[in-house]
């Protein structure tokens, strides 16, 4: 499975945009970048995911770089209830049988402040 | 519609005892996932579930087991508790179909090992 890497924290105000970065290098041109977010004690929530263009929803975008090397999840006025651990993962091709197992990383804490 | 649902939310056992978690899907979902999430390993795919089928495993010992019942509802089971099981046990369900990967997850049970 391809890897990824984030940083493990970041502080954000709020009412402002939260951009959290996702480094997936060695993706594969058919994997998928997913991401969840997981507030304390509670399971993890999906978010959006995309495959090569930027995708929007109702809770944030998601922009991935040509190269689909990088990705970034925004969340455009972030609330204090948006301070969660948010998970950057890249889904094994559909083919293996294994697209259903989710192996999170260590994700980015955020915490949006007041 | 209705979350996924996990009962019970908590649970204290003692060493050598077994447990049964439950595990109730969104309607329409046929497929079930069983994830272990601790501190220091993180989320740790168990099995998933598909039409009462075991379709993947994860490396756990066969003291983790599980089954899925006609309604898609789903239980595990872990047998001879130790103190290392002390974990939050996570339910996900899914679509079946190429494109509907993403999984929604429970709140989950906390189980506690003394």
């Known amino acids: 499975d391809a890897k990824t890497t984030q940083p493990p924290s970041m502080d954000c105000a709020e009412g402002r945009a939260a951009n959290l970065p996702c480094n997936h290098s060695t993706i594969s041109g058919n994997e998928y970048v997913y991401w969840y977010r997981q507030i304390h004690s509670q399971g993890p929530q999906y978010i959006i995911h995309g495959l090569k263009n930027n995708e929007t929803n109702e809770m944030a975008s998601l ?19 948006d301070t969660a651990v948010y998970y950057c993962i890249v889904r094994p091709p559909i083919s293996s049988g294994s697209a259903r197992q989710l ?12 | 519609k209705a979350g996924v649902t996990q009962t019970p939310r908590y649970l204290i056992k003692t060493r050598g005892q077994q447990v049964t978690l439950s595990c109730s899907p969104i309607s329409g979902h046929r497929s079930v996932s069983w994830y272990q999430q601790t501190p220091g390993q993180g989320l740790q795919f168990l099995f998933e579930y598909f039409s009462e089928t075991q379709r993947n ?47 929604y997850f429970g709140p989950g049970t906390r189980l506690t090992v003394t």
Do not use: W
């Open chain 1, 63 to 81: 922009i991935i770089t040509e190269d689909r090397k990088s990705s970034t999840l925004i969340l455009p006025h972030a609330t204090l209830r």
């Open chain 2, 57 to 103: 495993k994860g490396n756990f010992p066969g003291r983790f087991s599980g089954r899925q019942f006609s309604n898609s509802r789903s239980e595990m089971n872990v047998s001879t508790l130790e103190l290392g099981d002390s974990a939050l046990y996570l339910c996900a369900s899914s679509l079946t179909g190429v494109n509907s990967y993403e999984q």
């Open chain 1, 103 to 114: 192996t999170f990383g260590s994700g980015t804490q955020l915490t949006v402040l007041p």
